[in-house]
């Protein structure tokens, strides 16, 4: 006991950050905070200047190998783990374990060559205008459906949960991107999906692993107890759901020149190259798609609200820039400006929108942390030593609150820190900087599509309707991979009145043109 305790005391007076006790390191700290975990990691962090190292385990041979987490949200050693050295830092083997059930050997639970295939394979896919043109379709369609949703609201004077709306939406979207197949989840009915539930289910039991020790949850898994039961079993239906679908799609793709039929899903997409491609392989390029591209989305968007809401000077200015563009697109006449949602073209012209979404995802990211495996030993650029075989966690919600990188009021809503001077482009920051879409080698894909489905999303939403938060409903911070919001947002939906934007928008437009006159 004696020698544990001269060891316990050299090994937490080396270890900066929450305090560290005998045997169980720093989980009493974290099991205490767990209401609040993001902005405990952030106040830790800004305490320590910006990097920590704890032991979720203070045994000898543990503490500072398996046990040893270091947490960091500084620019320079973010751009050191995903970019400068990017192979040192694997997603590793706790987390493909996690995540195997669910996500098989899919581009987000792999590594090495394995990953790098899938990644040059999908990266040709976005890259091409096609798949744009078919997210912009899938989204017209999703709108148009919300659009009745939140009409029926307005006129029966019933709340709605948004992000629950958001969560359907997106995963109509990413369905029929990933593998053109409509689950119609986001219709005035709300119906329940039997895939939509069984990939909630099998979502919510994977994540529950990261909470238990890996010995524990196998210990489960083999027993089937708890939990591992629910995913076995949402797994299953998942398997079968997909399965269908592709040889659906098969069958499909054979008989398409005779009927004209065309597809252009990612799941065609990947069906049709050379390569031939097991049915295994293609479910899981379809699954972590939509793992990627569904609760990402709707999350930013769900936050998104909650802030306009809470800034109308915002609100506003977005919808001035709104009004701008239809005006010059559709004319002065409103009820074209309701035909339709906006086109890309249109879409793509929303700079201020666009910086809106941005600010959001900085002081919301939707996957707020992340960690990596450390293959060998490293020295990270603010000198932290890094032992092989711990763990590296970076706290993307942390890197959009250091006011050393975003200022003394970095923990407020201004968009305006993504325009030019002028307030006429948008000027995207640096990569480690602004982490939400990831950076280095694995930075997202899917960026430009999650920006055109939530620039959509938002002006259709907005030019509609004016939301207002239901009295005594608190919004607050799930505890979970996706930051969710706990009690869903819960909004009145009213008629949008935009005869005082237009009013104002004219009335600078002719003050424009009588300076000119006075000018020539």
């Not at 997409?269 to 990402?296: C, H, P, W």
């Given at each position: ?32 905070n ?14 320590c ?8 385990c ?12 270091t ?27 996690v995540?195997?059930?669910?996500l098989?050997d ?17 990266a ?26 939140l ?23 990413i ?14 009915s ?97 699954l ?17 609200f ?28 409103m ?23 941005s ?7 939707s ?11 490293d ?18 919600y ?123």
């Amino acid at each position: 006991i004696t020698a544990y305790l001269i060891w316990f005391t050299f090994i937490s007076r080396s270890l900066k950050g929450p305090r560290v006790w005998a045997l169980l390191g720093s989980l009493p700290g974290l099991i205490d905070n767990c209401d609040r975990m993001h902005d405990w990691i952030c106040d830790n962090l800004r305490a320590c200047g910006g990097t920590y190292q704890t032991c979720i385990c203070a045994i000898p041979f543990l503490a500072k190998k398996q046990g040893l987490v270091t947490v960091t949200c500084d620019p320079r050693n973010l751009e050191h783990i995903l970019k400068t050295r990017f192979d040192n830092y694997p997603k590793g083997p706790t987390w493909h374990a996690v995540f195997h059930d669910l996500l098989g050997d899919g581009i987000f639970n792999t590594d090495g060559d394995t990953w790098l295939f899938q990644r040059k394979t999908a990266a040709l896919e976005f890259t091409t205008r096609t798949l744009r043109q078919a997210m912009a379709r899938w989204v017209s369609r999703a709108i148009n459906r919300l659009c009745l949703i939140l009409e029926k609201a307005e006129n029966q004077v019933e709340p709605v949960d948004l992000q629950d709306l958001m969560l359907r939406l997106t995963f109509d979207n990413i369905c029929g991107l990933a593998f053109g197949r409509d689950p119609q989840t986001c219709v005035s009915s709300l119906p329940d999906n039997r895939f939509a539930t069984a990939f909630d289910r099998a979502t919510e039991a994977t994540l529950q692993r990261f909470i238990l020790p890996e010995v524990l949850w196998k210990v489960k898994k083999w027993l089937r107890l708890g939990m591992e039961v629910s995913l076995s079993r949402s797994l299953a239906h998942v398997d079968d759901h997909l399965s269908n679908v592709i040889e659906k799609r098969k069958v499909e793709l054979l008989t398409q020149q005779k009927d004209g039929t065309l597809h252009d899903d990612l799941l065609t997409r990947f069906m049709r190259k050379k390569e031939s491609y097991s049915d295994k392989f293609l479910q899981q390029v379809a699954l972590n798609f939509i793992l990627a591209g569904r609760d990402t989305s709707s999350v930013a968007l769900s936050w998104f609200f909650w802030l306009v809401i809470q800034n109308p000077k915002v609100e506003e200015k977005i919808l001035r820039e709104i009004c701008t563009i239809l005006m010059e697109t559709r004319g002065d006449d409103m009820a074209k400006w309701l035909d339709e949602p906006l086109d890309f073209e249109e879409v793509d012209r929303l700079v201020y929108l666009k910086a809106a979404l941005s600010e959001t995802l900085r002081l919301y990211p939707s996957v707020p942390e992340d960690s990596k495996h450390v293959v060998a030993d490293d020295v990270l650029p603010d000198g932290t030593f890094v032992p092989a075989g711990s763990s590296v966690t970076y706290s993307i919600y942390s890197a959009g609150r250091l006011k050393s990188t975003w200022g003394e009021d970095c923990m407020e809503f201004r968009p305006e820190r993504w325009l030019s001077l002028d307030g006429t482009k948008f000027i995207m920051h640096d990569s480690f900087k602004f982490v939400a879409f990831n950076a280095g080698p694995r930075i997202c894909l899917g960026k430009d599509l999650a920006y055109l489905q939530m620039k959509s999303i938002a002006a259709a939403v907005l030019l509609r309707h004016r939301l207002v938060l239901v009295p005594g409903h608190q919004v607050e911070q799930k505890m979970s991979l996706t930051l969710f919001m706990k009690n869903g947002l819960k909004v009145n939906v009213h008629e949008r009145d935009l005869r005082g934007v237009i009013t104002s928008i004219k009335k600078e437009r002719e003050e424009d043109v009588d300076l000119r006159s006075n000018e020539s």
